[in-house]
C-alpha cells in the first residue's frame, strides 16, 4: 500500500495495482496545491499533493518489497520440503529399526546353560538388527544430530 494526501489533507491509502495511471500536474493546479493526478483502476480521480516522481517511486518500494518478502517465502518452502523429505527418511528407517528389533526378539533362542546369557540371537536377526540401526545412526550423525556429543556437551 502506499499512502498518497489529497489537496484537502485526507490521507488515500492505494494498492500499487489498483493505480491506472498517474499524471504530472500542470502549473497552475500546481499553484493550488496539486502536484499530480493519480486515476484508480475504478475511475475515480485523486489530486495528490505529493509529484508523480515521489508516487512513482513509492510504487516502485513496494514492488521491491514484494518481490523480496516473496523470496524469503520461496526460501521457507524450499525449507519445509527438505525437512519434511528429512523427516520421511528418518522416519522409514526408524520403522526399519524397530522392526528388526521386533524380529531380533522373536528370533531369539532361550538358552539358561550358559550364564549372564538368557539367549541365543540367530547371526542373520542380529546383523539385520545392526545394519538397520547403524543407517539410522549413521543418517542422523549426517544430517547434523549426535546425541553422543550433545549428551557429552550437557554431562
Same mark, same amino acid.
Given at each position: ?10 490521507? %488515500? ?14 502549473? /497552475? ?17 485523486? &489530486?495528490? =499533493?505529493?509529484?508523480?516522481? +515521489? ?33 520421511? &527418511?528418518?522416519?522409514?528407517?526408524? +520403522?526399519?529399526?524397530? /522392526?528388526?528389533?521386533?524380529?531380533? %526378539? ?5 538358552? &539358561? ?12 536377526? *542380529? =546383523?539385520? *538388527?545392526?545394519?538397520? %540401526?547403524? =543407517?539410522?545412526? *549413521?543418517?542422523?550423525? +549426517? ?6 556429543? &550433545?549428551?557429552? =556437551?550437557?554431562?
Amino acid at each position: 500500500m502506499i499512502r498518497l494526501i489529497d489537496i484537502n489533507g485526507l490521507t %488515500h491509502y492505494l494498492a500499487p495495482q489498483s493505480i491506472a495511471s498517474i499524471i504530472e500536474a500542470g502549473t /497552475s493546479s500546481q499553484w493550488h496545491g496539486i502536484r499530480a493526478y493519480v486515476r484508480t483502476t475504478n475511475g475515480k480521480t485523486i &489530486e495528490a =499533493r505529493e509529484t508523480a516522481d +515521489q508516487i512513482a517511486t513509492m510504487i516502485a518500494a513496494g514492488a521491491e518489497k514484494l518481490i523480496a518478502l516473496q523470496a524469503e517465502i520461496d526460501a521457507h518452502e524450499m525449507a519445509n520440503s527438505n525437512l519434511f523429505a528429512l523427516v520421511n &527418511e528418518l522416519r522409514a528407517l526408524l +520403522q526399519d529399526a524397530k /522392526s528388526a528389533m521386533s524380529e531380533l %526378539h522373536v528370533a531369539a533362542i532361550p538358552d &539358561e546353560s550358559t550364564e549372564g546369557v538368557p539367549a541365543i540371537i540367530p547371526p542373520e536377526a *542380529f =546383523r539385520k *538388527f545392526v545394519d538397520t %540401526h547403524a =543407517r539410522l545412526c *549413521f543418517l542422523m550423525h +549426517q544430517r547434523g544430530h549426535n546425541p553422543a556429543q &550433545e549428551g557429552q =556437551r550437557n554431562g
